[in-house]
């Protein structure tokens, strides 16, 4: 969709360095998300964030961090990649009240990360 | 937080035929969104459903809520190819949606 934008598309980077992915979105949703998808395992929550500066983990959070210093970008960094985070990583946003979606997510497009 | 879980994984359908696929909890569940990805693609959001019994149609796909709100179902009526892809199922668990592992469907022509 047009107002969510993922870079890099693809990486392929080393073990134990350090990768950024970024999440740019240019409809001022307060709700952005990181998920994962492995085959067999659907998506998966890494971390989302209910404003600027506002993080929080999800149910795969081990080995990633976030920041969020804009309501446009979201960057998920794996602090020291592992091969084990070889996947396709999602961001998504959401315009929520009270915590509920009431209109779905919106996904980005995806980067396909391997690490060998 | 509540896990859904969908069946078939796999769907193998002849195209002009029916299929169902569906979602279940063991738990009830506060709402249900529907998503669609295609093969290489992101996954696409179909549609919400929040009541108890609720149905909803978009063209020859019809969403269905249970009565109980432990599980919703998704029929596609005569299948196409532009049916391909997989279809996912998300809880809302405190204002973040949970997927489950989804139902990958391939049509034969």
């Known amino acids: 969709d047009a107002g969510i934008t993922q870079s890099p598309r693809h990486k392929v980077t080393e073990t134990g360095t350090p990768v950024t992915l970024r999440c740019h979105q240019t409809?001022?949703?307060?709700?952005m998300y990181w998920y994962r998808q492995d085959p067999g395992h659907g998506l998966r929550l890494i971390h989302y964030s209910y404003g600027v500066k506002d993080t929080d983990k999800g149910e795969v959070s081990d080995g990633y961090s976030v920041s969020r210093s804009k309501t446009e970008d979201f960057l998920l960094t794996l602090e020291s990649a592992t091969s084990s985070q070889t996947s396709v990583y999602f961001c998504?946003?959401?315009?929520?009240?009270?915590?509920?979606?009431?209109?779905?997510?919106?996904f980005g497009s995806g980067t396909r990360l391997t690490v060998v | 937080g509540q896990q859904v879980m969908q069946i078939p994984q796999y769907q193998h359908v002849q195209e002009g035929e029916d299929f169902t696929t569906y979602c279940n909890s063991s738990t009830t569940l506060s709402n249900i969104q529907w998503y669609k990805q295609r093969p290489g693609g992101h996954p696409v959001f179909l549609i919400q459903l929040v009541k108890s019994g609720e149905v909803k149609k978009q063209k020859r796909l019809t969403f269905q809520f249970g009565e109980a709100k432990k599980n919703s179902s998704l029929h596609i009526t005569a299948t196409q190819t532009t049916d391909v892809g997989t279809y996912f199922c998300?809880?809302?668990?405190?204002?973040?949606?949970?997927f489950g592992a989804g139902t990958q469907v391939v049509v034969t022509p």
């Open positions: 409809e001022n949703h307060r709700y």
């Open positions: 998504a946003i959401s315009e929520n009240s009270d915590g509920v979606a009431f209109y779905g997510y919106t």
């Open positions: 998300a809880n809302d668990s405190w204002g973040k949606f949970q």
